[in-house]
């Protein structure tokens, strides 16, 4: 199944939850200090978001490419959306080839670690936002 | 008969010249002297000549693979004899120590390599007229007749080298190999690959007559000019990586390049030659990982006999690789042509037969 069929959708979910994070008192300070610019590359559909974590800023499209980012995650739009449902092991997806990675992996362990708290949230996002169906139809993965 | 022979020997960094130095004698009862024939230019060679290994100084003579008739034995050697045509492997063995009966020669107490300087053991190159070898029982093998020098030559090092990196590292059916660099000992990798039922392999370098040279071979080349390497090689292996790389080159930059295109759970060999490099990855992210890391230094004396056999049945046909044949005379020009990949691989004729 595919979750979102626009690139926009995806930057206001996605994008989201990732600008919530950067602007949590508790979650924010801790991803600035990982030091990681983080590149999303999605397809299906095709999604750019840069998340320059040091700096608290998430860039959508083409906004974000005149940073270097010192990771840089490929994979479906799917994908992230069930990631982000809690419905996908990082690690597993990785070695599965579902996700490509490109920088260190202990640091994109540990982003994924901080992440777990936000996944009710981004749940929560689609449901006010009436998209129940993109939350009851998700498969895990 | 001359109390000189010409050898090739560094010069200032990154230059080699040839001059005359006394001929050696047989030192041991186990030694032979052996009349070069034949000597190849090894990309280790280049190492040394740009002193990334230390200890080499100016006048030390290099050159660790080469053919050729012996002229001379210790009164100890028992299965060699004047006359035979030999091909040497890169580095002596004694044959029975514990290492040794492990089949682990690199760490044999006897261990030196030829022509590679203080740091391995001393032992005069032959890239010369003529050359000692200790422990001639174990470090010479005959070659059968109908096989030509340049073949032989293959087996003392880097042919043995980039079986031993597809081997070692563990390669099986159906397996994705990349080789960063795609230099000589790539290109024998590339040959050797579908001798352990590779589905496919890629060779990654920034030389286009190297990537040439390795796809007709049988690579699927990979330009690492045009982009980075690991888009390509995910995108061809259903985005899992490389089972298995060989890093054949022996710099960072191509251990950065072998850590990015090996997948989870895979192997590195390296068969480049390093010395000082960091590791182009946090030992915590290898583990998490899982990259199975082989370092290693060529073995003839395990593989050398397989791989005659192999280049005796038509398997293999390594002499194909050589671009240029060039006499012993000409070395400062040889090295210089290899140096800026203006040739492929060098062999060097002494003029004796």
């Known amino acids: 199944m595919t979750s979102y069929t626009n690139s926009d959708d995806v930057y206001t979910y996605i994008g989201g939850i990732f600008r919530d994070a950067t602007a949590d008192v ?25 998340v ?34 809690g419905r996908v092991n990082a690690a597993s997806a990785l070695a599965k080839g579902q996700a490509r990675a490109k920088g260190s ?16 949230r981004y749940e929560a996002s689609l449901r006010a936002a009436g998209l129940d169906h993109l939350v009851d139809g998700a498969d895990a993965k | 008969m001359s109390e000189t022979m010409r050898a090739v020997v560094l010069d200032k960094p990154g230059r080699v010249r040839v001059e005359e130095i006394p001929r050696p ?59 035979q045509r030999v091909v040497a492997s890169m580095f002596p063995a004694c044959g029975h120590c514990r290492s040794c009966m492990r089949h682990q020669y690199r760490t044999c107490p006897s261990f030196q390599i030829f022509g590679s300087g203080p740091g391995f053991g001393d032992l005069l190159g032959a890239q010369t007229d003529f050359v000692r070898v200790p422990l001639a029982d174990m470090t010479l093998a005959t070659i059968p007749d109908r096989m030509s020098d340049e073949d032989a030559v293959f087996t003392g090092d ?41 589905d496919q392999v890629f060779a990654i370098d920034l030389v286009p007559e190297r990537l040439e040279a390795a796809k007709a071979l049988g690579a699927i080349p ?26 054949a080159v022996g710099n960072e930059a191509a251990l950065e ?14 068969i480049g030659v ?38 005796e049945t038509g398997k293999l046909d390594p002499a194909r690789i050589i671009s240029h044949t060039m006499s012993l005379d000409d070395a400062a020009d040889a090295y210089q042509m290899f140096k800026e990949h203006r040739a492929n691989k060098v062999v060097l004729k002494t003029g004796e037969e």
């Open chain 1, 26 to 50: 508790d979650l924010g300070p801790k991803l600035a200090a990982s030091g990681v610019i983080l590149k999303l590359d999605y397809s299906n559909p095709d999604a750019v978001l840069v």
């Open chain 1, 52 to 85: 320059d974590f040091p700096q608290g800023k998430v860039y959508v499209g083409d906004e974000g490419d005149a940073l270097k980012p010192n990771i840089t995650l490929y994979m479906t739009t799917d994908l992230a959306h069930s990631y982000w449902l």
């Open chain 1, 105 to 120: 992996i202990p640091k994109i362990l540990k982003l994924a670690a901080l992440a777990k708290p936000l996944f009710p």
């Open chain 2, 25 to 83: 004698v047989i030192q041991s009862p186990t030694d032979a002297i052996v009349r070069v024939t034949t000597a190849a230019i090894c990309g280790s060679d280049l190492h040394l000549i740009d002193r990334k290994i230390p200890g080499m100084e100016e006048g030390d003579v290099v050159g660790h693979e080469f053919v050729g008739v012996i002229e001379d034995i210790g009164d100890a050697v028992m299965t060699m004899e004047p006359g």
């Open chain 2, 158 to 198: 880097i042919l043995a080298t980039a079986y031993q990196g597809l081997a070692d590292g563990g390669v099986r059916h159906g397996d994705s190999v990349a080789i960063v660099g795609a230099g000589p000992v790539g290109q024998l990798a590339v040959m050797c690959a579908p001798l352990f039922g590779v």
């Open chain 2, 222 to 247: 990979v330009d690492a000019r045009l982009g980075d390497p690991s888009d390509s090689i995910f995108d061809q292996t259903r985005n899992l990586g490389a089972d298995v790389v060989l890093e």
């Open chain 2, 257 to 270: 390049t072998a850590w990015s295109v090996v997948r989870t759970g895979g192997t590195v060999a390296m």
């Open chain 2, 274 to 311: 390093l010395y000082d490099e960091d590791w182009p990855v946090s030992a915590g992210d290898n583990w998490l990982r899982a990259v199975t890391v082989k370092p290693i230094v060529g073995d003839p004396l395990t593989h050398r006999h397989d791989l005659l056999r192999l280049i």
